[in-house]
C-alpha cells in the first residue's frame, strides 16, 4: 500500500508513477494522478504490495502556493485527472519531474509530505 499524507498547511496535488513493462501506449510505466490532499488528510493512492510491482516508485507533489516534491524524471502530465503510460501527453500536459522512492522489500509505504 502507498499512502501520501499532506502535513503542508496548504491543500496539495500528488501523482504516482509506477512500473508496468510494457505499457499499451509505450514505456514501461504508467502514470496516474491527482490526489488532492486538504492540510491534514492522507489518501492511499495503491493498494497493492508494493515490492511485488516493483522496488522503485515514483511521485510529484504540487501546492498553491508554489512549494513542490520533484525528482528528475520528467514526463508530461495535464492539471486533470489522468491515468497513462509515461510517455503519453495531451496539448493541456506541461513537464514535470517525478522524485523516485526506493520502496526496499517494503509492502506498504507512508510519505509524509512536510514544509
Not at 496535488?13 to 492540510?39: E, F, H, Q, R, S
Not at 515490492?51 to 507533489?61: L, Q, T
Not at 506541461?94 to 506498504?108: L, P
Amino acid at each position: 500500500m502507498l499512502k501520501f499524507i499532506n502535513q503542508y498547511p496548504q491543500k496539495l496535488a500528488v501523482t504516482i508513477m509506477w512500473y508496468t513493462p510494457n505499457c499499451v501506449d509505450g514505456g514501461d510505466w504508467t502514470k496516474k494522478g491527482w490526489w488532492n490532499l486538504a492540510p491534514g488528510q492522507s489518501a492511499v493512492v495503491h493498494g497493492g504490495d508494493l515490492s511485488d510491482i516493483n522496488r522503485y516508485w515514483c511521485y510529484f507533489a504540487h501546492a498553491a502556493d508554489g512549494a513542490f516534491w520533484a525528482g528528475d524524471l520528467a514526463r508530461q502530465a495535464p492539471s486533470r485527472a489522468f491515468d497513462w503510460c509515461e510517455w503519453t501527453s495531451s496539448t493541456d500536459s506541461t513537464q514535470i519531474g517525478y522524485r523516485m522512492q526506493d520502496v526496499g522489500d517494503h509492502d506498504d509505504l507512508d510519505i509524509t509530505l512536510t514544509p
